[in-house]
């Protein structure tokens, strides 16, 4: 059998490479600041100011990085599994909005999306691609000093948890893509998905905290072995290659 129905869950590091900063690696956001003073509501309400400034920076960060062959790889698998009558289901940490610009569609962003702004006073969300202020005022309520970045912050709920955990029961066979396995909930998704007997893959830049916990492993640049994991998926559909019973990888 090949794998019908993947789950994917990436995280920074499938950015790395479009310039956005990860946040634990050498030079990583984390190592240089606090995200206790950044990314918590807490932080929001002592120094709404700076918390502003630090996300004015990230979406500036985002609207000018482009996606990589590695984002537009999961746009092929997406086709490739929808030819077989299975189903992508891309789930990221990130808050850019490189899949989508890559082609995505029906992202899964558990952590939220920096291209959307928040009011704290009618809870509604807007579309939102510059700088944000205590002073910008929310295009539904006209609220001054409520508008917050549309991002999850330590502390907080993510988002889609419902979808996600049904995605991971449904799939056979699931991959983690640039993450360190450092942030739960999705740090434990795999092991959810472990226990249920699915497939588990990883592909990232160097082990992982929860490396023993997937049964491949694939070790470099996500713009590379993206893209070359998913040639593997190609190639199956073709009948080339050798295939792995369960993961539908093509080892030549
Ligand atoms: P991390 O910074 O913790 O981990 C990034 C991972 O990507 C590391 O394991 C790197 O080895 C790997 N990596 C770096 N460059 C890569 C490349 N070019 N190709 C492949 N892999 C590469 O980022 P996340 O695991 O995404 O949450 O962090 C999870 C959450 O922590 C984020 O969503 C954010 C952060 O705090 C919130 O802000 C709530």
């Known amino acids: 059998m090949t794998a019908r129905n993947v789950f994917v869950l990436t995280g920074a590091g499938i950015s790395a490479e479009s310039g956005l900063g990860t946040f634990r690696d050498p030079g990583g956001m984390w190592r240089k600041f606090d995200p206790m003073k950044l990314a918590t509501p807490?932080?929001?309400t002592a120094d709404p100011s700076l918390v502003h400034e630090f996300y004015n920076l990230r979406r500036k960060g985002v609207r000018v990085a482009q996606p990589h062959a590695g984002h537009r790889a999961l746009v092929d698998l997406a086709d490739i599994l929808a030819g077989r009558g299975g189903r992508l289901t891309l789930c990221t940490q990130n808050v850019d909005d490189l899949h989508e610009r890559?082609?995505?569609r029906d992202v899964l962003h558990m952590h939220g999306r920096l291209l959307s702004a928040r009011c704290v006073s009618c809870s509604?969300?807007?579309t939102w691609d510059v700088d944000l202020s205590t002073q910008t005022p929310c295009p539904h309520c006209g609220h001054r000093g409520g508008m917050r970045p549309d991002v999850v912050w330590f502390g907080e709920i993510p988002r889609h948890l419902d979808e996600i955990g049904e995605a991971?029961?449904?799939?056979?066979l699931f991959v983690a893509i640039g993450t360190s396995g450092a942030v739960y909930p999705a740090a434990g998704l795999v092991d959810r998905a472990k226990r249920l007997g699915i497939?588990?893959?990883e592909f990232n830049l160097e082990p992982s905290d929860n490396a023993d916990l997937f049964d491949e492993a694939e070790y470099g640049p996500a713009s590379e072995i993206v893209p070359a994991f998913v040639r593997h998926f190609k190639d199956a559909r073709a009948g080339r290659g050798r295939t792995d019973r369960s993961t539908g990888i093509v080892k030549s």
């Open 168 to 172: 991971v029961r449904e799939a056979d």
């Open 102 to 104: 890559a082609g995505s």
């Open 124 to 126: 509604s969300s807007t």
């Open 199 to 201: 497939r588990t893959c």
């Open 42 to 44: 807490e932080a929001f």
